[in-house]
């Protein structure tokens, strides 16, 4: 069984930057999690999809909100996705979730039920 752990959420000022990891066990990699990514859900809202990367050759996708200051990454040795988030600002405050699915990544990127696994969330404050 697949198990996600989410860390790096935490507090910062508009601007600001922070790095979110996702470490994923419990699994054979490359079968189980060929897609990684992640996911936020503001207060109120729906939750929506950040930004995936294909565990195999690295491929990624951005939600539009977040291109040119999100970045994701991957450390396959490490079993862990990587999300690094610049220019932070007050509307990206939400609980992160890292979420992995057995299928590829691909149009449509962010579909919800795509994604087997899903990890407990870490909160990200942003003012």
């Known amino acids: 069984h697949v198990q996600l752990v989410e860390s790096g959420g935490g507090s910062v000022q508009a601007g600001g930057s922070l790095t979110l990891s996702c470490a994923a066990s419990g699994y054979t990699y490359t079968r189980s999690t060929r897609c990684m990514g992640w996911f936020r859900q503001a207060p109120g809202k729906e939750r929506e999809g950040v930004t995936v990367i294909a565990t195999g050759d690295g491929t990624t996708y951005y939600a539009n909100i977040v291109k040119g200051r999100f970045t994701i990454s991957k450390d396959n040795a490490k079993n862990t996705v990587y999300l690094q988030m610049n220019s932070l600002q007050p509307d990206d405050t939400a609980i992160y979730y890292c979420?992995?699915?057995?299928?590829?990544?691909?149009?449509?990127?962010?579909?919800?039920?795509?994604?087997?696994?899903w990890g407990q969330g870490t909160q990200v404050t942003v003012s």
């Open positions: 979420a992995a699915a057995s299928s590829t990544c691909g149009w449509p990127v962010f579909v919800e039920a795509k994604f087997n696994y």
